[in-house]
């Protein structure tokens, strides 16, 4: 072995020594470089930071935090999920109106149902009450007229002379009031030789009969009148005790 033989450091030992030092080292000999440079095809993978002669790593080992492989500087934050956060936030916005409207939807339809039943209500409240007062007015005018139609009867009664121009005159006259009356739903009644009832009968004498039985209508002194289930005036009657 030659002196220059000997004094060139092996292969292993160059290896050993840039495991060692990580930072660019110079070859001490021409021989270093070149036992160095030799390699069996798959071992070059020498640190190409150190050739560079900075002295410092600028990739990040694996799980190494990226900040301190960038040198310190600050990363910024992903524009893909910024992206999604402006892009949900209008969504958001749009559900929240959409709510909105549907719970006020929910309210006017609620509104507008409460409406329509309180008119409904009122309608007919408004119609049977106009009913009622129509009775009321038209029971009143047959009250009202009832004295007339009495008298009537007892000029008929009392008349001598039944082809009287007179007597007929007035018999057309009770006529037409007795068909406007039964027109309007007036009917009269007369309950002679019927049970007394006292709920539309009025009793204004009693006085004993041969075979009747006591509490039978002997004889009506003033017709009874109805509108429809309203007894305008009850018969006024003479039952027997």
């Not at 038209?138 to 009495?150: C, H, M, N, S």
């Amino acid at each position: 072995m030659s002196p220059a033989e000997r004094e060139a450091p092996s292969e292993a030992a160059v290896r050993e020594e840039l495991r060692e030092e990580p930072g660019p080292r110079a070859s001490s000999s021409p021989a270093e470089a070149r036992a160095s440079g030799r390699d069996d095809g798959g071992s070059q993978e020498v640190d190409s930071q150190a050739a560079d002669g900075s002295g410092a790593a600028t990739a990040a080992a694996p799980g190494e935090d990226a900040s301190a492989a960038s040198g310190g500087a600050e990363v910024e934050g992903d524009p893909t999920a910024a992206d999604a956060a402006a892009q949900a936030s209008p969504e958001d916005a749009g559900a929240d109106r959409l709510l909105e409207a549907e719970r006020q939807r929910d309210e006017y339809l609620a509104l507008a149902q409460r409406t329509q039943a309180d008119f409904e209500n009122f309608r007919r409240r408004a119609a049977r009450d106009a009913a009622a007062a129509g009775a009321r007015a038209k029971a009143g005018l047959v009250r009202e007229l009832l004295p007339a139609i009495d008298n009537l009867e007892r000029a008929l009664a009392a008349s001598d002379h039944a082809d009287d121009g007179f007597a007929r005159g007035v018999q057309m006259v009770y006529g037409e009031l007795i068909g406007a009356l039964e027109r309007n739903g007036v009917a009269a009644f007369a309950p002679q030789g019927e049970p007394f009832d006292p709920t539309v009968h009025e009793a204004i004498s009693t006085q004993p009969a041969d075979g009747a039985e006591p509490g039978i209508v002997l004889d009506v002194v003033e017709k009874g009148y109805r509108l429809d289930e309203t007894v305008l005036r009850p018969a006024r009657v003479v039952v027997s005790a």
